[in-house]
C-alpha cells in the first residue's frame, strides 16, 4: 500500500501531480523570464551605456503586456488554450535564441535588442 504525502493545509493542491507539472513548469519558466530581463537590461547597458534605453528596452518589452494581454485573453477563451500556449512559449524560445545567437556573434546591437523585446513583449502578452 502506497503512503499519501501529508501536505500542510496551505499546499493541499500539490497532492495534484497535474498541478505540481504545472507549478514546477510555470515557476522555471518564470525564472527564464525574470533572468531574461535582467540580461537584457545589462547587455543594453553595456552596447550604449544609457540610463534612458536601459528604461525604453523595459518600456518596449512591458507595454506590449500591458496593451496586449485583453487580446491575448479573448484568444484564449476563443481559439485552443493548449495551441495558442504552445505557438507563444515557442515564439518566445525562438526569439529568445536569436537574440542569444546575435549577442554570442557580437552582432547584437540597439535596433535588433529594440525589435526582439518587443516582439517578446507581444508573446508573451499572449502566453
Aim: proline share 2%; net charge positive.
Amino acid at each position: 500500500m502506497a503512503r499519501r504525502r501529508s501536505w500542510p493545509a496551505g499546499l493541499i493542491a500539490l497532492e495534484s501531480r497535474d498541478f505540481r507539472l504545472l507549478w514546477s513548469g510555470a515557476l522555471v519558466s518564470n525564472m527564464g523570464s525574470w533572468l531574461q530581463a535582467v540580461a537584457q537590461g545589462w547587455l543594453i547597458l553595456q552596447i550604449t551605456n544609457s540610463d534612458f534605453l536601459l528604461g525604453m528596452v523595459n518600456a518596449v518589452g512591458n507595454v506590449p503586456v500591458m496593451t496586449l494581454s485583453l487580446f491575448g485573453g479573448v484568444m484564449a477563451d476563443r481559439l485552443d488554450r493548449r495551441i495558442l500556449l504552445m505557438v507563444a512559449q515557442s515564439a518566445l524560445m525562438v526569439l529568445t535564441l536569436i537574440m542569444a545567437l546575435l549577442t554570442a556573434i557580437s552582432a547584437i546591437n540597439t535596433a535588433w535588442l529594440l525589435v526582439l523585446v518587443l516582439l517578446i513583449g507581444i508573446a508573451s502578452a499572449l502566453s
